[in-house]
């Protein structure tokens, strides 16, 4: 990625925190993968096998991992991942932010706005809304009546805050996310079933990122909360009291069932479920399409249906593939054991004559 900023090898490596090996002065105009790498750009090798595909490229310098070194000069830092993305960060700074709102904005009455705020074209605010400094209310935005959103948070295009929802600081939301819509809740013995009122709230804590079409429901009573620093991927359900703790991880197509307990720092991969009324201990992973039926404890490592221990799904899943063959050797066995019996029936008629 060429990016009409350039600096130097030097003052990378300052900013990343890394070993410079090499002439500090080089001038590096962007960043690239090793496929795509065009002089001037510095690229991320992780592992010896890339090493040499990054060398025979055009790549000006390369990010390495500790145990690595390379021709061209080059960064070495203890972090690799994390000084790759600091370095696009680097190559591509923030835009200019506008402030002020919108003519084709509604503001709602009693509405408080921190310093510098960005309200877009169409975006709803209702009554005695809280803003806070630096915040930034993309177009068609819905922020519902006393709803708040922290300093320096990001709301994208089409995203919709019900009422008293709050959001904190830094916190990034995705397109199409809605926080605060009723729970799942009904009296289901009823004819139809009968709704339960959900009179709870969502709250986001700091530093938090939400994907795309993230829904997290309102509890019945209390709150449903996301945690400080917890990132959610697209297209995650989150339903009504879930307790989601701080820096979790959870993946695509992830669903939630209501008044769970996510412990903090855990990951879920694409395509969990979990049930309700559970808690799972901190730590945890749980592998994609993982059914969690009952309680994890705190550092549980498990997939499958029902989730269980990784490592005895991977045996089962192993076992699984044989059977297959094992089905065919029981067929001939079975065979032969029909044979034998024969055999048998001929010499005792033979002996009885």
């Known amino acids: 990625m060429q990016s009409g900023f350039a600096t130097t ?16 002065s080089l001038l590096l105009s962007g960043i690239a993968d090793v496929d795509h790498a065009r002089h001037g750009d510095v690229v991320f090798v992780e592992s010896e096998r890339v090493l040499p595909h990054a060398e025979n490229g055009e790549a000006s310098a390369v990010l390495l991992p500790p145990a690595l070194s390379s021709r061209k000069p080059f960064v070495r830092t203890g972090t690799p991942r994390l000084a790759f993305a600091r370095a696009m960060e680097l190559f591509a700074p923030p835009r200019p932010q506008c ?30 809304v809280t803003i806070g400094a630096r915040a930034r209310i993309g ?13 320096d948070s990001q ?19 995705h397109s199409g996310t809605v926080l605060g819509a009723d729970g799942f809740g009904y009296i289901k013995e009823m ?33 449903t909360r996301i ?16 307790q989601v703790g701080r820096n979790c991880l959870i993946c695509a197509q992830t669903g939630i069932s209501g008044s769970t307990v996510l412990e903090d720092s855990i ?8 049930g309700d009324h559970l808690t799972i201990g901190q730590g945890t992973v749980v592998g994609a399409q993982g059914g969690v039926i009952s309680d994890l404890a705190p550092g549980s490592f498990v997939s499958g249906y029902p989730a269980g221990p990784h490592r005895e799904k991977m045996k089962v899943e192993a076992a699984i593939k044989r059977v297959p063959d094992l089905l065919r050797t029981i067929r001939q066995l079975m065979q032969r054991v029909e044979e034998l019996d024969a055999e048998l029936g001929t010499l005792r008629e033979e002996r009885d004559g």
């Not at 003052?11 to 090499?22: I, M, P, T």
């Not at 935005?141 to 300093?151: E, F, L, M, T, W």
């Open 227 to 242: 945690g400080a620093g917890s990132k959610i991927d697209n297209l995650v359900q989150i339903a009504h009291n879930v």
């Open 9 to 24: 090898l030097g003052d990378l490596a300052n900013h990343v925190g890394g070993e410079l090996v090499g002439d500090a």
């Open 139 to 151: 177009p068609q935005c819905y922020v519902g009546d006393r709803a708040s959103v922290g300093d």
């Open 99 to 128: 402030s002020g709102i919108h003519p084709s904005a509604t503001v709602g009455k009693g509405v408080t706005l921190g310093d510098g705020v960005w309200i877009g074209p169409q975006a709803v605010l209702g009554d005695n």
């Open 267 to 274: 990951i879920l991969g694409g395509q969990v479920g979990v």
């Open 155 to 173: 709301i994208h295009p089409g995203v919709y805050l019900y009422h008293d929802v709050r959001v904190g600081k830094r916190v990034i939301i």
């Open 191 to 223: 004819s139809p079933p009968y709704k339960v009122p959900q009179l709870g709230t969502v709250e986001v804590e700091d530093d938090v990122e939400l994907g795309a079409n993230v829904m997290v429901d309102r509890a019945t009573l209390g709150v």
